[in-house]
């Protein structure tokens, strides 16, 4: 069994800024995607260069399995990749279920783009059984296998299968995470049929950032890793 080094940092890795707010307390540093494939790649081999001792994914993520609703959260068990998938470390997933017994456990599934339409995830789940989606997961998961880094992943549904995303919602991050509002604003101009769904969108984004948050403080310092093995023994 793994003893967890408490002198070390556990890197979370997310998409948005509000999600690295989130997950930024004791014990935990964290990076920020954007969107941007590549530049996260980086930002986490810096991270691992200048030594942590596990990484998670952290954030919101589409759905892809019907049950899973707006605020529910998915512990990753494992991370499928378009040609393979990454392992998750047992004994954290583990750790991380007991605090969170309500969450889901399956498969998510990684993507270089956002998902916005309800027949291309119904088509990804079909081809990877994963249960939702996301951009940062297969990154952050490749990079600790490499690094023989234990990895975990856990992620809060943003918005459900049936739904299609406009296109105001992916123009809407900019490359340090955060919203870019003037672009939203001139989508919504050009065509104003978006903006109920981006209202209904932005409800349910709010729900899953709820939802993660609470997530986050019943996992504690280091997201749980750091306190890996007094959860083991509660257990037990």
């Given at each position: 069994m793994r003893v967890p080094d408490a002198s070390g940092a556990v890197l979370a890795v997310c998409g948005l800024a509000v999600e690295a707010r989130l997950a930024g307390q004791a014990g935990v540093r964290t990076?920020?995607?954007?969107?941007?494939?590549?530049?996260?790649?980086?930002?986490?081999?810096?991270?691992?260069?200048?030594?942590?001792?596990?990484?998670i994914s952290f954030g919101v993520a589409g759905a892809l399995d019907p049950s899973l609703q707006p605020g529910a959260l998915v512990i990753a068990t494992g991370i499928v990749g378009p040609v393979r998938t990454w392992p998750v470390d047992a004994a954290w997933v583990r750790a991380i279920r007991t605090r969170l017994p309500h969450s889901?456990?399956?498969?998510?599934?990684?993507?270089?783009v956002i998902v916005t339409d309800?027949?291309?995830?119904?088509?990804?789940?079909?081809?990877?059984?994963?249960?939702?989606?996301?951009m940062e997961s297969e990154i952050a998961a490749r990079i600790a296998a490499q690094h023989r880094l234990p990895f975990a992943a856990l992620r809060a549904i943003a918005d459900p299968v049936a739904r299609s995303l406009p296109?105001?919602?992916?123009?809407?991050?900019?490359?340090?995470?955060?919203?870019?509002?003037?672009?939203?604003?001139?989508?919504?101009?050009?065509?104003?049929?978006?903006?109920?769904?981006?209202?209904?969108?932005g409800r349910d984004a709010q729900r899953a950032l709820r939802s993660l948050g609470d997530?986050?403080?019943?996992?504690?310092?280091?997201l749980g890793y750091l306190d890996l093995d007094q959860l083991l023994v509660d257990v037990v």
């Open positions: 990076v920020v995607g954007g969107g941007r494939s590549e530049a996260l790649a980086m930002a986490i081999e810096r991270e691992v260069a200048a030594g942590v001792v596990a990484i889901s456990t399956a498969p998510i599934a990684g993507s270089d309800p027949a291309a995830k119904r088509l990804l789940q079909v081809r990877s059984g994963a249960w939702a989606v996301d296109p105001a919602a992916t123009i809407a991050m900019r490359a340090d995470g955060t919203v870019d509002l003037p672009a939203v604003l001139l989508a919504i101009a050009r065509q104003p049929s978006q903006l109920p769904q981006l209202l209904r969108i997530g986050r403080r019943a996992l504690g310092r280091g």
